[in-house]
């Protein structure tokens, strides 16, 4: 693993493609060699195509490269394409470079649904990376598209997968406390959310009483056979910047004391394959025992911003439990998310 | 009802004693003859002693008025007290101004579980007003307690009566997202609060779960007979400075279509004893069809602040039905509530 | 004055013409028969093209208008156009209205510049309105345009005219912390402002450093001389929804007491012409007395949102004084402002 | 310098504390020995008397030490105390522990005016720590008070400082726009901040008309010799957690390019003394330049939140030129002002 593999982030100049290359600057196995952008930005530097909205700096060695467009020929090489596109650009141009050999680590929902594209969290359904295998005899493709969830569904599924393993999950009810930053930049805007809450987000709830059954499903010769789970979410967004918040009530098929639901998050470690890579989640599930945490202000950088939060655990007098749940949404649940998926896919020996 | 009674605002530096000041400056059937506070501030002028935060002005007839102490001999006459005590203080002095023949109409929730004293939403449950013939029975009292519940409870169970009339409430998930007046003045540090959410508000998740079965109940020879309902909740405080916000799933009884759900809200009217009174709330209940309404800051003064507001009325896939209510929290939830209440007990002629 | 003039706001959609509907509903003077948009909203009612942001309703008289093109033809016999274009529709648009014999009162900068036309707080340069006469014959017009200025410029042009009658004003420097709302709609995004402060306004130092001069200006026979007066500016945005925050050092040419600068401030009426109009602010100017006051939350509907507040006055030891004025951006700074000057147009018997 | 110097924290459960035990965990010359607070939580540990308000987790070494007085039989054989004390306690405490051989470097702003304190910046005026040689000889101590200034004098006085050595300064404007983490914690309460400004900070003008007339000043054998500056001052609390923002207009000796005033901000190094200690700023001046920078949210943790950031620079029409510095106010501003200075007191040998 001496040589680290040429990269790209497609739409770099967005929420998500800022934080991309704030988290690839020093990656140990990723080199980013090239940075797309939309038409009115192709052949500027990035700092001055860029509005950089992160608190951190943007990094030197990013400032002065050139955007290009998305497509094979203006990559640099590049051998995996980090794609923070809007949906319906990535629709066309993600199957384009899978199928010109390149592998594709996509934020974008556009093909989230497919039977042969991995929805992937790695320490939730690693061992769904298999699908690639379908994919690329499906399409007679060299490369691939692996997709990561929506954010908010990406910190729920991993509490739940961890439930799931130990007590059996039936039933879940979700309302979420989403951050400004999952609607991208300009997005939200102020007037609309100072001193406000707006109790919905086009398409999210569909997403998020989706997502989590392919997620929680199993792989077979054949695509994923869904995990027999109901699921039910309202979505909120609310006046913080980063870091979603979801409540949950879950019906469970036993009924294990607080103590045995702590020790299942706080013991929740993932399949095996995905457990030792670079951006492998530390803690993979961190309990907070506060009556009043998780909080995004105070937990969304817990464990380098990759874990997932958990806090709050009680009975629920009409399904089996309520919890909290927090992660990071444009870290675990964006950018940092397929970061970790391209990790296990080197890993699995996927990359020719 | 040509004379104004007498009345007097008990606790009225705080945020909801400014609300009661606000709100019976031009009452038609009350004058405020009396401004109690703590003992710091006992014989200051109210525009010395008060830090008002509200953004309409102090009222001019409010400034001059020295405060006095929270008893029978302090109150000028006052033959109705609208309390904003802390429950701490409330415990002590409610029954004895009670026992001294004034009318107590509280925001503290130290007696709402008492079995003979009402808890009141007038468009709700007006007819537990005869609970106060009991209570003044019981205790032989001249005087009497009245009580409004918790603000989150407020709005959530103008909605499920509307509901229960039409189609019987089984099961119901709540989970609130709470404006800061809520937590008083100076309440909640901004530093707390801004880019952040606090997942629990101490002791809000038991009111919000028990008050709407008592207001949902029977009143019978022998105080209420509670609703058979089960409630769970999850409560949040956000950044939001008045309205209270719940994202709520219920389970039904019948399983009606949406356009019929959205009927009961609109059509519902609450008892004739509640209907004609100064704050009775018009509309009762609004219904917003907008995919994302209602909103704190767009209709939290729907009806002079005295409405609820239900929208996003959709089907569930777990319980029945979901929605979202809101409601201003120190308005229809804590001084307008206790006005209404006010007026209800007065229009019965409980006054003697 | 039985009959009420037709009037038309154009560019109704946005913030400013939202808040011209807001004022218009029940005014004395003034009946709105038409309301403009642009292209893509021409043909739907005006309930279902605008993204209606006020905390009170949108008026039920306004919701079934059809929205109409901002020309002549389109406006339905009104008399007098209210204007809250963007500046570069404004520049076509408002002369030809002129030329066919309509009023413009208009909050666009696009003619404030021009030599005859009235930069107008009427509390400040009411008899500026005879520059009318000038237009009218420079340009061959029946109509006219009438301007209001940036909304910073406002609250602080209105504070130094009172300082300028009584002691003098010779140099200003302002540092403005200005509303959300004043950027328009969309406007801010949330990312850009929450947990911030963005440290310049495109354009509006400029503005903040020459309206002023005109308006405490002399008119002539050949426009309006200049006040012999120098003003240096900071502008800032804030995460404030409404109210203008400016902090000003002034020079004066007489060295007054903190006291005889606050009656200067409390006794100014401003020109007589001005003085009995229906949004003539009362007061012209309020004086807060206490340390931390005006703050926009507090202050900014002082006088329905028409009065300029003023405080914290205190002696400089560089320039002579030192003090906070405040005033409402979109009340007194836009809409409220128009409307106040078309009552100086129409009182002065301009309307043929 | 092998061996780290034991340290104390004093008031380590504020703000200030906080961010000192945030800073000190990994510092290559002090280790921390001694946490103290308040009467009500002596005897507990860290985590459990302090209610940790900072993004970045309390760290694991600080979690178990019990908090003990401020005094000197209480610190564990600490050598330095850095003191985020409240003023009217460090009033006793600091000369307490300074006549016990103890070196305080104090946030407090109790002695900032004593003729032998040093006021410090190390990049401004290190070699104001001559002082402590005047200090010690007047009231015979072996330890010492050193002070850093109030947090929104800091950023000011370092941008002063390299213009005055360039250009020479004479009149200072500053208007303040300050975070909510200046005010401590609990601090200003949500209500009284959000959606609003407050134009007033008790106490703060004078301490930002004073502070920096010393720091600029000549060390003289009997205090030091004031700098003949004339500062003017507004400060403003606004709705940010972290970095005072603060608008400047300077009339300087001479009337430089724009270029050359960015070169002496960017070129400026302060005394050799302060240039290679840990916590040297790098760099001591940033300079921004965008039409708005710099800003809060994204400027602060430039140079780990040690360096001042200066932008906008541009020519004035009433005094010289004006710009906007930003610095964060717990780190530049306190925590990490203090640690600077003790480094610099113990590269000058003082510490016996």
């Keep these: 693993m001496n040589k680290q593999i040429p990269v790209a982030v497609l739409g770099a100049n967005g929420s998500v493609g800022q934080r991309f290359i704030s988290l690839l600057g020093d990656h140990p196995l990723f080199k980013v060699v090239a940075l797309t952008a939309s038409d009115r930005s192709i052949g500027k530097k990035y700092k001055d195509a860029c509005r950089w909205i992160l608190s951190e700096k943007m990094p030197a060695w990013a400032e002065e490269i050139v955007l290009t467009p998305s497509d094979v020929n203006s990559i640099n090489g590049a051998q995996i394409c980090f794609s923070a596109l809007p949906a319906s650009e990535a629709y066309d141009i993600e199957p384009a470079l899978a199928k010109a050999g390149i592998v594709v680590c996509s934020n974008a929902s556009s093909y989230r649904r497919e039977i042969d594209v991995p929805l992937l969290l790695p320490e939730v359904n690693g061992e769904h990376i298999g ?30 997968k961890a439930l799931d393993d130990s007590f059996g999950v039936k039933k879940v009810m979700a309302v979420s406390l989403q951050a400004l930053s999952g609607a991208g930049y300009p997005g939200i805007p102020s007037l609309d959310v100072i001193d406000n809450v707006i109790p919905n987000i086009n398409g999210e709830e569909e997403k998020v009483e989706w997502e989590p059954l392919k997620m929680l499903g199993k792989i077979t010769d054949n695509g994923i056979k869904m995990a027999d789970i109901q699921i039910s979410a309202h979505t909120n967004r609310v006046a913080v910047i980063d870091g979603h918040t979801v409540c949950v009530n879950v019906e469970l098929a036993e009924n294990p004391t607080i103590e045995a639901v702590n020790l299942s998050f706080l013991n929740y470690r993932g399949p095996k394959i995905a457990q030792n890579l670079p951006s492998t989640p530390d803690p993979v599930i961190d309990v907070r025992y506060e009556s009043d945490r998780p909080q995004p202000k105070l937990d969304r950088f817990t464990g380098k911003g990759m874990s997932t939060v958990v806090g709050r655990v009680r009975k629920d007098t009409i399904l089996t439990l309520k919890f909290v749940v927090l992660s990071h949404n444009t870290i675990r649940g964006a950018a940092g998310g397929s970061i970790y998926n391209a990790e296990l896919f080197l890993s699995q020996g996927f990359l020719k």
């Design 131 to 160: 699908l690639i295998t379908q994919q690329q005899r499906n399409h007679g493709w060299q490369g691939a598209i692996l997709t990561n969830p929506n954010c908010t569904s990406t910190g729920l599924t991993v509490a739940l």
